[in-house]
């Protein structure tokens, strides 16, 4: 197989708002570090599959739908095969103009500029193109913690050691035949959120992917953010998380760059490639979607986000139910992967593992639908499957038989 890559900085030319933190009301004060956009362009025989990483919080679903035609067209890749993927970085700008402003101020010139970077990127790639031999290396690290915890009858956003986290750490390493190191894939869930400093970083995984290029000359990585709506980093002080300035952003992406140049001395497992793909789209239905004449009455009398909420909806149409798109990539013999348009609960990655025992879930895929959270979940309440349908601009929450619907698809795909 063929493997061609590429590496260029995305870090915003003039100041704009951060994305992740309501409570960052202004333009970025620094820039503590660069954020990249790395493209890794696959190919075996007549198949190919393009991804396109970034030190994002996501790539916005609207953004996805204007460039992934563009790309296709000038490279002649089948949009099914063009994976937009983000590290979930809470320090990095936006791409949507999608959601409330509260959460997300969309900056058009930053937009045109990141398409601008994503297809030169894509072209350098293509050009980039040379031999490697793939592994898949299996680990992990215990550096995240499961973040949702009853406290007097009610889901509150702390540490919860009750509940095991998935600290699965997989790698997939794509070796030159003269032994050199190409490129790799590393997958792991675990919040890209440890900073709420209103700087430019691109967080653990980001910082992680530059210590992988300077160890490893000639390399370039890309991070797949897991299954981690309900997970997050373990930075913990007492019974509450605490967020973190930039220098401890090293020290944790240090240990997890540690952590991947252990695994990488391991004995990896071969990957025969096949590169192909399924590709479905699953209606998710909402539940407390208002009437036309409610929201209009909300969006004129309600006052801040609960007013930028109904204009949102307003503006996109108020629609009952969301669109997952859900893929699967049979990379190859022992790997599959699975991705989703969502921040998504540990739970659907351990149900694809319970179907296919090689697969890799990736979060943060070709657009965001908000949080996807399991039918338990969603009886208890809580940010994820409540509180953050208003950021989101969803016109209701999502009801609990999206577990079954999402599961059936699951099925289907492993299945047919």
Sequence with gaps: MQLGTAKLTITPQTPVRLCGYATRTTVYEQVKEDIFLRVQLHRHEEEALLFIYADLLWWGSDFVAQIRPKISEAYQ???DRIFFVASHNHSGPPTSNRFTPSLETYDPVYAQFLQERVL????????????VEAHRYDG????NVFRRLIVDGEIQMRPNYQ??????LTIVAFHRPDGSLKGTMIHYPCHANLSNENVVQPDYPGVALRMLDDTYQGSVSIFLQGCTADLRPNSVLGQRFVPAGYERVLQF?????????VLLTQEGAVIRPHLRVKRQLVELPLEGVLSQEELEERARTGQGVEQEWAQAVIASQNRPS???ELSMIDYGDRLRFYTFNAEVSQYYAAFARDLD??????????????????AEQIEEGGYEPKGSALYFALAGTYKPEIERLI??????????
Excluded: W
Aim: hydrophobic fraction near 40%.
């Design 120 to 131: 030169e990127g894509v072209g350098l790639a293509l050009k980039d193109l040379e031999p």
């Design 163 to 168: 509940v095991k986290a998935d600290q699965r």
């Design 322 to 324: 969301e669109q997952l």
């Design 253 to 261: 992406a240090g240990d997890f760059f540690e952590a991947c140049k």
């Design 407 to 416: 599961h059936e698809a699951m099925r289907t795909t492993v299945t047919e």
């Design 140 to 143: 992990s690290v215990a550096l």
């Design 357 to 374: 025992p090689d697969a890799v879930c990736i979060a943060y895929t070709n657009g965001m639908i908000g949080y996807i959270s399991t």
């Design 77 to 79: 890749i089948n949009e």
